[in-house]
């Protein structure tokens, strides 16, 4: 049944446009599926409700959060919409399904004084003395921080952006997101004159933070691990910090300066205003700070 799997990634892929990362999590997913049918005498043409539901508490027997259960429940009930719209079986056994119940963790946020006193670390190091090689690394990994909180982007998008993101000003930069749809986000001033300290160092190529690797581009992995050599560097616990976490830093500290939430959503490049108010908590905090203080019954 291998060809039902790679015929739905096609489609994900060609028509959706899902990323790579998406493709490759759908595939384990739904080959691990169609193997637990296959161990019993099933196939994604044939399997019922029932295997489908005991496929899902075999998950729960061997540990796996309600979160991650539910991810693989959303793959294999789009999985199941595509087999009936291609008329290969009638009826989809996901469709009264119940997803695991799970509740969405709150996101880990630095305070401002943290993502300052990062900067300030970031920037400090970018002017210090040193060899080439190291003055280099430093001035690179300052604009990558000054960007990723300017902006709120995704890390996979920040690490490939080309040259040709940054407009001629550096007013603004355009991002290719998810499906590679773009979105174009505004710099503030401090991060328009690092990236043009920086574009002044780098030799031609298409890439704003190119690299030796086979994508051309800076990986994710490089840049989380000179972040957390920086978090160190800086006081603040390494675990504390990656890049997802300056995103979030981003979002919550625009909410509690009181911008809309629509804006955050545009900006964050969500599709789904559902997945921006994640962030709300931050409001919630404020509408209760504020009723506390204003609200008269609570005046000495």
Do not use: W
Not at 106 to 128: H, I, Q, R, Y
Not at 159 to 168: N, P
Not at 196 to 202: E, I, N, P, R, S
Not at 206 to 211: D, I, R, V, W
């Amino acid at each position: 049944m291998s060809h039902l799997v790679a015929s739905f990634l096609e489609m994900m892929s060609a028509e959706r446009g899902a990323a790579k990362n998406t493709i490759d999590a759908y595939r384990r997913d739904l080959t691990d599926y169609v193997g637990f049918l296959a161990g019993r005498g099933l196939t994604p043409l044939n399997g019922d409700r029932d295997a489908v539901t005991r496929y899902l508490d075999s998950l729960y027997a061997q540990g796996l959060s309600a979160s991650s259960s539910a991810r693989r429940l959303s793959a294999i009930r789009q999985f199941h919409q595509f087999l009936c719209a291609d008329n290969l079986r009638s009826d989809d056994p996901t469709r009264i399904v119940a997803s695991p119940k799970t509740r969405r963790a709150l996101p880990k946020v630095l305070s401002v004084a943290e993502v300052e006193k990062l900067l300030t670390s970031a920037e400090a190091a970018a002017n210090a003395e040193g060899t080439p090689a190291e003055q280099a690394g430093a001035l690179r990994l300052y604009v990558l921080l000054e960007l990723l909180y300017a902006t709120g982007m995704r890390v996979s998008e920040l690490v490939s952006l080309r040259r040709a993101a940054v407009m001629r000003d550096t007013s603004f930069i355009t991002v290719t997101g998810k499906g590679n749809k773009e979105r174009i986000v505004p710099l503030n001033d401090r991060t328009r004159d690092a990236i043009k300290a920086y574009l002044a160092t780098l030799e031609p190529g298409p890439f704003l933070f190119p690299a030796s690797g086979a994508e051309g581009y800076l990986s994710r992995q490089v840049f989380a691990r000179d972040l957390k050599g920086l978090a160190g560097r800086a006081g603040i616990g390494a675990a504390r910090v990656a890049p997802h976490v300056l995103r979030h830093a981003f979002a919550s500290h625009l909410l509690a300066g009181g911008a809309d939430l629509r804006v955050v959503q545009m900006l964050l490049g969500h599709a789904d205003i559902s997945t921006t108010q994640i962030y709300t908590h931050v409001l919630d905090e404020k509408l209760r700070t504020l009723v506390e203080t204003h609200h008269p019954l609570n005046q000495p």
